[in-house]
């Protein structure tokens, strides 16, 4: 199994523009969640998704959106960057509430 | 609101030299506690869950605590490979499988 995978790896988006991050896991894990990591700091809830066509916001849901048409896949949809979606974002996904969280490698972008 | 609290922020031991990590949390209910692995440009890598007071997980050098009040990750004789930040995170009863994490302790073991 490859786990979950993101892609891209790095980005660098200009101001205004907009971009969409991949996120696939092969574990047929029903929750999968999005996360963005700031320097120095801990990891904040973005959007989560308890399965297919259901998604709900975290902590910092402002200026992203999300789908969940299957169960692999959980795209992050930035409209509009601003500087202060320069971050580190990683997805996850677990088989069940209360299980352990599965993380992707990252996402590294940044907005000039 | 959840709250989680790691300390101390950096960490720095050498070889051989045992130390714990500190997770404090504030939540009114607990599922589970768990602890989380991140090397520099990684995503983080999961240790353990814990579920009730007075439990205890270990791994290799590795021991993680419960209590009511926080949670303690016990290092024992590290070695340089164990360098690494060590994340908290606490899921509430009541929230569904979100997590909340804490800011994390970043150990460094010196050869």
């Known amino acids: 199994n490859a786990g979950v995978t993101q892609t891209p790896k790095f980005r660098i988006l200009k101001i205004g523009q907009s971009m969409t991050l991949q996120c696939t896991q092969d574990?047929?894990?029903?929750?999968m969640y999005w996360y963005r990591q700031d320097p120095g700091m801990g990891l904040k809830l973005i959007y989560y998704s308890v399965g297919a066509g259901i998604t709900d916001k975290g902590e910092v849901p402002n200026g992203y959106n999300v789908s969940r048409s299957t169960t692999e896949d959980f795209p992050l949809r930035l409209e509009l960057a601003a500087p202060s979606q320069t971050s580190v974002y990683f997805c996850a996904s677990s088989y069940f509430v209360g299980g352990e969280q599965y993380f992707g490698p990252g996402t590294r972008l940044t907005v000039t | 609101e959840d709250q989680v609290t790691q300390s101390p922020e950096a960490l720095r031991l050498q070889e051989g030299e045992s130390s714990s990590l500190n997770c404090s949390y504030t939540?009114?209910?607990?599922?589970?506690l768990f602890w989380y692995r991140q090397d520099p440009g990684k995503g983080p890598e999961f240790l353990f869950t814990l579920y009730s007071a007075g439990e205890e997980k270990e791994k290799e050098r590795l021991k993680a605590t419960l209590t009511k009040k926080e949670s303690f990750l016990h290092i024992t004789a590290p070695k340089p490979e164990d360098s690494a930040t060590y994340l908290c995170?606490?899921?509430?009863?009541?929230?569904?499988?979100?997590?909340?994490f804490g800011e994390g302790t970043q150990l460094t073991v010196n050869p």
């Open positions: 995170a606490v899921q509430e009863e009541t929230s569904g499988s979100r997590l909340t």
């Open positions: 939540v009114s209910g607990l599922r589970g």
């Open positions: 574990m047929n894990h029903n929750y």
